[in-house]
């Protein structure tokens, strides 16, 4: 008797867990030190910031947010290392933390090759060319550039029949 | 329609032969009075400059001028099948991208057909001013071309100076120097064999060996070569075509130093 007591209810039970749970599983409450006060917080983040970048200044004698030293005096010698920038890069708004990791290829500075080798030979072959020879006139020098006259109707039929090969500008606004 | 029938492709051979040194590519211009093409070599140093007559083709039919861009190399490949005596006829469609070359032999029933893909060339045309020259020399075109190979061994550039007396060739170059001077003749019996010079004004102007080598590739042609020279105008190199029209080279003569 007391068995199947038991058993009544607890299939009662499990047949009706969907609907029963529910009320049960409500969220937890996100708010565990009481409400938010974003101005106080700011407040907060602002003053801890600026008590970090002062006490780091005095300690490296350096304005970090100028990016100037701050006394000549003082017990490092600053030098610029990178080239200054004339216009400052615009970043895209969805900007990721930790970018400055990465370098932008143009903030990459190579080394570049200095060729002194082969200037040098060339400037000797060139000055042994002009020794032995006169420099050489062009045609167009004498001549001037004509359009094909001739030639202009058959390129407009070519031009229709393949539209890959489109007339140039200059004969268009002429 | 176009359509020009030869009797002789070797003519055709020749001027191929003349021009494909200078030229990769080159655009004829076919109308009612002829064949034309006008190129300038890659380094824009010389002009090509060759017309054929309609009336020196045994049919010439053209009936709407048409522009026939060509790899001179092709073109040549395609020449290179026919025998010299053969009979060619060139064959385009007004609107066509194509043109036919037909061989036809003349012993046996032999009809050879090569159809070539033309080239959209889109190239510079030069106007060449009217120009009255200072001297003007008829030679053998073989004996030019001699001149002109002998004297290249020995430097880059080829002196050309006219006067009364006649035209003298120099170059110099690392072994020394050659000249080479050739006066009128004064006998007339054989005008493929005489010298005439006619002259209002000495001239005397410097060109590259290279191109005037170039241009001796026209010497098949003709026997006679005629030279224009004025001072400071490009040097002009005519060959006659019989019967068809003619092929004239332009070079832009080498400056003196001493201008710049």
């Keep these: 008797m007391s068995t199947s007591l038991y058993c009544n209810p607890l299939g009662h039970f499990l047949s009706k867990t969907g609907p029963q749970f529910k009320p049960e599983t409500r969220k937890v409450k996100r708010s565990l030190f009481g409400p938010i006060d974003h101005v106080s917080s700011q407040k907060f983040l602002e003053e801890e910031l600026e008590r970090i970048r002062t006490t780091q200044s005095e300690k490296w004698n350096f304005d970090f947010q100028h990016e100037v030293p701050l006394s000549q005096r003082g017990g490092f010698q600053w ?76 390129k407009k039929i070519a031009s229709i029949e393949r539209p890959s090969k489109l007339p140039r500008l200059s004969e268009l606004s002429s | ?146 001149i002109v190979k002998d004297l290249s061994q020995f430097g880059e550039s080829i002196v050309i100076s006219c006067t009364k007396e006649g035209v003298k060739f120099s170059t110099s170059g690392d072994i020394g120097s050659a000249n080479v001077k050739i006066a009128q003749t004064s006998n007339f019996d054989k005008e493929e064999e005489c010298v005439s010079i006619d002259m209002q004004e000495p001239v005397t102007l410097t060109f590259a060996c290279q191109y005037l080598n170039s241009f001796t590739k026209a010497t098949p042609l003709t026997p006679v070569v005629q030279l224009s020279m004025s001072d400071n105008v490009p040097l002009v190199v005519e060959y006659q075509i019989p019967d068809l029209g003619h092929l004239r080279y332009y070079l832009a003569p080498k400056i003196e130093e001493d201008e710049n």
Excluded: W
Excluded at chain 1, 86 to 109: C, H, S, T, W
Excluded at chain 2, 78 to 84: A, L
Excluded at chain 2, 108 to 124: G, H, R, T, V
């Design chain 2, 1 to 146: 329609m176009f359509e020009a029938r030869l009797t002789q492709s070797a003519i055709f051979k020749k001027v191929l032969d003349a021009i494909k040194d200078l030229l990769n590519e080159a655009s004829f211009d076919c109308s009612e009075s002829g064949i034309q093409l006008q190129a300038m070599d890659n380094s824009h140093v010389s002009l090509v400059s060759l017309t054929l007559k309609s009336d020196g083709f045994d049919k010439y039919r053209c009936d709407r001028n048409l522009t026939m861009g060509m790899n001179l190399a092709s073109m040549s490949k395609i020449f290179k099948c026919s025998s010299n005596d053969d009979t060619v006829t060139i064959k385009a469609q007004d609107d066509a991208d194509t043109v036919t070359f037909m061989f036809e032999a003349k012993k046996q029933d032999k009809i050879s057909d090569y159809e070539m893909k033309l080239m959209n060339l889109d190239q510079e045309h030069l106007g060449i001013p009217e120009t009255e020259f200072s001297c003007v020399i008829k030679m053998p075109s073989g004996e030019f071309a001699r």
């Design chain 1, 79 to 154: 030098k610029s290392v990178a080239p200054i920038k004339i216009k400052p890069r615009k970043r895209p708004i969805n900007d990721f933390e930790g970018q400055d990791l990465y370098a932008i290829p143009d903030d990459v500075i190579r080394p570049t090759p200095i060729r002194f080798m082969q200037e040098k030979e060339e400037v000797t072959s060139s000055q042994k060319s002009h020794q032995n020879s006169k420099p050489q006139r062009l045609i167009t020098d004498f001549m001037p550039v004509k359009k094909r006259s001739s030639s202009d109707c058959s």
